[in-house]
Nanobody, 115 residues
């Protein structure tokens, strides 16, 4: 089993910044993908960004140029630096990890961007 603990959500004004963190613990395997998804009220969960253990990165078009995903493999932690936030970024952000054919999810952290 893998446990994911997110932190860093909150309320920010449009144009502001937030940094999310997600720490993984438990049965950790070196080969993995971690990332962030988000779900706004009444909408489906969507990809925000992912990063592999070798550093390959993928972003949703809606966040390219504004969000930066990074990871510290020694700490089994990923980060999401979110800049130039928009009201449409308001959602619950979920950390995920895929390893050995299994996916794991965090409990989610609320990000609210006021206009």
């Amino acid at each position: 089993q893998v446990q994911l603990v997110e932190s860093g959500g909150g309320l920010v004004q449009a144009g502001g910044s937030l940094r999310l963190s997600c720490a993984a613990s438990g049965s950790i395997f070196a080969i993995n993908v971690m990332g962030w998804y988000r779900q706004a009220p009444g909408k489906q969960r969507e990809l925000v960004a992912t990063i592999t253990n070798t550093g390959s990165i993928r972003y949703a078009d809606s966040v390219k140029g504004r969000f930066t995903i990074s990871r510290d493999n020694a700490k089994n932690t990923i980060y999401l630096q979110m800049n130039s936030l928009k009201p449409e970024d308001t959602a619950v952000y979920y950390c995920m990890r895929v390893q050995e054919g299994h996916d794991y999810w965090g409990q989610g952290t609320q990000v609210t961007v006021s206009s």
